[in-house]
């Protein structure tokens, strides 16, 4: 899978890979940790499978995720399958299907906009 650069500009903002974000942004830059966005774990664990390293040694195959709803008024299929599927298209030769990408009206209780 295509990682990072780790670039700063014009460099940071690439298609089809995993980006490193910095921790907390009110750390020395010396002291931040290095981790993964929430969209990308999402997209990674969609072609690697959701089952962890314990239950992958019971099970022969990976535990894909067929239909992902999400609700509140920001919906765009075509930007949320980019961002939870497509970004990896090197991983997309191990085959795996994309899952289906719904949306709910129902508010989630606890979204910005429900608190809010």
Not at 73 to 92: C, K, P, T, V, Y
Not at 95 to 107: I, N, Y
């Amino acid at each position: 899978m295509p990682v990072d650069p780790r670039a700063d500009g014009i460099g940071f903002h690439r298609n089809g890979v995993l980006r490193y974000k910095s921790g907390r942004s009110d750390t020395r830059p010396e002291s931040r940790t290095v981790c993964f966005s929430c969209s990308e774990k999402v997209c990674r664990w969609n072609h690697t499978g959701w089952q962890g390293a314990l239950l992958s040694r019971l099970i022969l195959e990976p535990l894909q995720m067929q239909t992902i709803v999400i609700g509140g008024s920001m919906f765009n299929e075509e930007f949320i399958q980019a961002a939870l599927w497509g970004r990896a298209s090197a991983l997309q030769a191990r085959g795996g299907s994309c899952p289906g990408f719904f949306h709910s009206r129902v508010p989630f209780h606890s979204s910005r906009e429900a608190v809010e």
